[in-house]
């Protein structure tokens, strides 16, 4: 886990990889350590929205075209060899990253029971213009058709796709290495995020912890949300 800046601050920014497995139970640790008065989420109100009213819906699509396509021939419907079909598919990396972006994201669902628990407020503050985009395409990623092809294309965990994103996010953080080209909005939505988190401590008094992906956090970037409150000292943690 990357740590730095000043343990006094009222700020603290966490970076994680998104769609991380193990992520509800690591981050809902880590609140409990730290124990912020009030948490931001990258996240959006319309994003979350979508997902309570569309995404079991999605769910359930990719649900009945897994079991199409896992049909194997001879087989008795039902059989142990169907079931092993099945759950290879959904064990197919990109199978099981479209099933967790279809979900309330696990960043979220530990932020709410957190503040749940000891009487915090909460709040989503990413971008709602940003994931009207993301959400309109998303009926083309749950389609028969792309499960399919996916499907054919080689084979990989979830979990070990995190644990090599965390590395590239620690060797960043440490300053070993380049992130890469940003995302075209993230600068747009950092500006965003970084006015709302300064209303926040500006309106009182108290510890603010805001969770989001690793990018938003890279230093020497004069335009992300590191970069943008810098003035404010933040301490920065990597979830990891």
Not at 139 to 160: G, K
Request: aromatic share 4%.
């Amino acid at each position: 886990m990357h740590v730095s800046g000043p343990a006094d601050s009222r700020l603290i920014l966490v970076g994680l990889v998104h769609l991380d497995p193990e992520g509800f139970r690591r981050l809902g640790d880590l609140l409990a350590r730290i124990q912020p008065d009030a948490v931001t989420v990258e996240a959006s109100r319309h994003g979350l929205d979508f997902r309570v009213s569309n995404g079991q819906g999605m769910l359930n699509e990719v649900g009945r075209t897994i079991n199409k396509l896992a049909v194997v021939p001879d087989a008795v419907a039902g059989s142990d060899e169907q079931a092993a079909t099945i759950t290879r598919m959904l064990g197919h990396g990109a199978i099981e990253s479209i099933r967790r972006q279809m979900r309330i994201p696990f960043e979220v669902r530990a932020v709410r029971d957190y503040c749940r628990r000891i009487g915090a407020n909460w709040e989503p503050i990413d971008s709602d213009e940003h994931s009207r985009r993301e959400t309109a395409n998303w009926s083309e990623l749950t389609c028969p058709a792309n499960i399919a092809r996916l499907l054919q294309t080689e084979h990989y965990n979830l979990a070990d796709a995190v644990r090599q994103q965390t590395k590239l996010a620690l060797s960043a953080l440490n300053g070993e290495s380049t992130a890469g080209e940003p995302p075209p909005d993230l600068f747009q939505r950092d500006r965003l995020m970084a006015a709302r988190i300064g209303e926040l401590l500006a309106s009182g008094p108290g510890r603010i912890t805001h969770i989001g992906g690793w990018r938003h956090i890279i230093p020497g970037e004069p335009d992300n949300l590191l970069g943008l409150l810098a003035v404010l000292n933040p301490r920065i943690i990597m979830l990891a």
